[in-house]
């Protein structure tokens, strides 16, 4: 089914010796997720994410690990299903693309309020509305907004190829659980359904209850040994009370902020110009990049892994200088907010973007350069 | 006058106590309401069957949101509608555990209809609690969809009528046709007999989710004289008359006896 390729050379990097495979994004959440002791998952068909249910159900973990496969009956259920079993002290997740993903917000911030680690994964299409099934980046607004209702946040991480969909699955659970908060895997369409190499990780067992006990004290498992009950909620009627819960939140963002913001930054050393771009869009922009780069253009890649937390501080340092700063997004320029107010008028800020399930061209991206930059 | 107390106080004479479970806290609950008295049984089968240490209940929104402060095991609080899709996750991921929801009928019957229906009918090993008040209590006495045709709400002042409000729904009946449920049922609490039956109705449900025999749902018709704007004992001759006419009690379906 899956071409098995032995890895001939070091092209990947510390992965010597390991098994590489041919997958596509959406199955490599999958088979990660069962590699990672994930506990659960429930989720609901759509396009352009359904493989990651499809693998599942074929797999058949609940015969190796013990992990638990439902398909809901919605994406509503889906997420309220994840904050359950995160509410048990459980790894679980679900995944879906853009309008699944606006039906779980009611879901997101009750985890949020709740304090859960629950996790998600968004393979975004076009919208709005219905809109298409090919790849977008316009649900960038929603994921590092918060998404639902109140002040919250989620830890946002966008992978930019099939080996990040395999590796992000166990470090959203980690960063989850550090935080007990929502985190969720942002991909595409064109990330989720691409195939290209990748090297899975290692097996790990699930937590034993008594593991899951230790991590979690706080978890709803029966009150063993007497314990005081575990009560799991977001609602607290007295205002006082309800603005002391929302101000822990914020210092926990703010903690989140100060040590979880990741990023990448290829050929910067010597640019002049910045192109700053996520996921799919950062891949096309690394091409964009070898062509300028021939017409003796010295151009730079800033990749955000963290969306939110956003590397604002470090757009702005590497930004410092330079003569311009191109945001390539698939959307009709929402990132492109944050890195101005990273860079705060200091250097120009140009976007350019495609729309409605267009994937850009890297000779696109060079001539908005050329043009607005140059 | 010493030894009269005492010997009242003595253990033979005991004939009724509070649940070890029900905590000390003051209600928030109106005089009149069935709620106490659900929950009181609820805390009484889960010390009866030892299992206050295996427990985790959902709580709904609605008047029942905060059941977490009265009973004294694991709770989670669920939005609206959804605790019986929550329920599914913790019971599947911790299995050997009793997990059932407690909702009203604008959690279970309106907007958490499809999570009920669904996680009725995939057999989850679960038990559903569900107080049907025919209003909604906890927002001040709007129409619910158990309201019966006729019945005067805020939402509908003049009275239910199923050409403007369509009609009440009877999902207990609608649960008791789905293959995933083993034990539905119908009680009420307003008198002794009625409270005893009522327990034995929650005992057998929650023995059926630890047996893993499927869904079991226990409607408690119910009483909510605030939102009915009735005395105690006035809400319970109006429920007696109307409720159990559209509602009858008693057992709609029961097939613990054969698996």
């Known amino acids: ?374 | 006058m010493a030894q009269n107390t005492d010997n009242i106080l003595s253990p033979e004479n005991v004939v009724y106590r509070k649940p070890k479970l029900m905590n000390d806290v003051q209600m928030h609950y109106c005089p009149g309401c069935s709620h106490g008295v659900v929950h009181k049984l609820v805390a009484e089968v889960i010390e009866e069957m030892g299992l206050e240490e295996k427990s985790v209940g959902v709580s709904p929104v609605g008047c029942a949101v905060f059941a977490y402060r009265y009973i004294d095991i694991d709770w989670q609080e669920a939005a609206h509608g959804r605790a019986p899709a929550v329920a599914t996750a913790i019971k599947r991921l911790w299995p050997d555990r009793l997990v059932f929801t407690y909702q009203g009928d604008g959690d279970l019957a309106c907007i958490g209809t499809a999570e009920s229906v669904h996680a009725l009918n995939r057999g989850e090993n679960i038990t559903i609690i569900f107080i049907n008040n025919a209003i909604y209590g906890m927002t001040g006495g709007q129409m619910a969809p158990t309201t019966l045709v006729g019945q005067k709400t805020s939402t509908c002042p003049y009275g239910r009528q199923p050409e403007l409000h369509g009609y009440p729904l009877k999902i207990t009946e609608m649960a008791a046709m789905l293959e995933g449920t083993c034990y539905v049922t119908r009680q009420s609490v307003e008198t002794v007999g009625a409270v005893s039956k009522a327990k034995k109705a929650i005992r057998k449900a929650f023995e059926a989710s630890m047996a893993g025999k499927g869904s079991s749902l226990v409607e408690i018709v119910s009483t909510c004289n605030s939102g009915w704007k009735l005395t105690p004992s006035q809400a319970n001759k109006w429920m007696t008359e109307n409720m159990f006419k559209f509602y009858p009690k008693g057992d709609l379906k029961d097939t613990t006896g054969e698996k």
């Open chain 1, 1 to 374: 089914m899956h071409n098995r390729v032995q890895k001939k050379d070091g092209g990947l990097i510390g992965m010597a010796e390991q098994e590489v495979t041919l997958m596509k994004g959406n199955e490599a959440i999958a088979r990660a997720a069962v590699r990672c002791g994930v506990d659960g998952y429930f989720g609901y068909p759509i396009t352009p994410q359904s493989e990651i249910i499809e693998t599942l159900a074929l797999d058949k973990p609940w015969e190796t690990t013990g992990m638990v496969v439902l398909q809901a009956e919605s994406e509503v259920a889906a997420i309220n299903m994840v904050y359950g079993a995160a509410g048990a002290g459980k790894r679980a997740f679900t995944s879906s693309s853009s309008p699944g993903v606006a039906l779980m917000q009611e879901g997101i911030s009750y985890l949020a309020g709740a304090e859960l680690p629950g996790v998600f994964v968004n393979v975004q299409r076009g919208g709005p509305g219905l809109g298409t099934i090919q790849p977008s980046q316009s649900d960038y607004f929603q994921a590092t907004r918060g998404g639902g209702n109140g002040d919250y946040h989620v830890i946002v991480l966008a992978p930019a190829s099939v080996q990040e969909m395999a590796d992000f699955v166990d470090l959203a659970f980690t960063l989850a659980f550090k935080y007990r908060n929502p985190a969720m895997i942002l991909s595409d369409g064109v990330i989720g359904q691409m195939m290209e190499k990748v090297v899975l990780p290692p097996y790990k067992p699930r937590r034993t209850e008594e593991e899951i006990m230790e991590e979690c004290p706080w978890a709803t498992s029966g009150r063993r040994n007497s314990r005081q009950p575990n009560i799991i909620t977001s609602l607290e009627l007295k205002p006082e009370e309800m603005e002391k819960r929302n101000v822990h939140l914020q210092a926990k963002y703010e903690e989140i902020q100060k040590n979880e913001v990741r990023y990448e930054t290829i050929q910067c050393d010597d640019a002049e110009y910045i192109i700053v771009a996520f996921g799919s869009a950062a891949r096309i922009a690394q091409k964009a990049i070898e062509t300028a780069r021939a017409q003796g253009i010295k151009v730079g890649l800033f990749r955000p892994i963290t969306l939110w937390p956003f590397p604002a501080g470090e757009i702005a340092g590497l930004a410092h200088g330079k003569k311009g700063v191109l945001v390539a997004e698939i959307n009709a320029g929402q990132m492109v907010q944050d890195v101005r107010l990273a860079i705060n008028g200091e250097e120009p800020v140009e976007y350019f973007g495609r729309l409605g399930g267009i994937v850009p061209e890297p000779d696109e991206i060079v001539n908005a350069l050329k043009t607005k930059l140059m």
